[in-house]
């Protein structure tokens, strides 16, 4: 059992950043694969960004270039780093863990708010 928990959202404007953060409780978080996802009022929930056990990134092409995410197996901790915010990147961002062993383990935090003005 994973728990997870997100920090670091707020209200910016238009070219600014912003660093999330996502601490796991629970065992194994080095095993996960770890990602970001973030849902817009009136939209689906959409992929931002992912990382591997082995810290291989894959990223939305609406983000490339602008977010970064990355690591830190000691702290049991992922960041998102969102530099040049636009007002569409506004949304609720979730973490999530995924971990396919015999059955999937798949855990979500509760969601952090970033709103970006223009």
């Known amino acids: 059992q994973v728990q997870l928990v997100e920090s670091g959202g707020g209200l910016v404007q238009a070219g600014e950043s912003l660093r999330l953060s996502c601490a796991a409780s629970?065992?194994?978080?080095?095993?996960?694969?770890m990602g970001w996802y973030r849902q817009a009022p009136g939209n689906q929930r959409e992929l931002v960004a992912t990382?591997?056990?082995?810290?291989?990134?894959s990223y939305a092409d609406s983000v490339k270039g602008r977010f970064a995410i990355s690591r830190d197996n000691a702290k049991n901790t992922i960041y998102l780093q969102m530099d040049n915010l636009k007002p569409e990147d506004t949304a609720v961002y979730y973490c999530?863990?995924?971990?396919?062993?015999?059955?999937?383990?798949?855990?979500w935090g509760q969601g952090t708010q970033v709103t970006v003005s223009p």
């Open positions: 999530n863990a995924k971990f396919q062993g015999f059955r999937l383990l798949d855990y």
């Open positions: 629970g065992s194994g978080f080095s095993i996960y694969k």
């Open positions: 990382i591997t056990s082995g810290g291989s990134t």
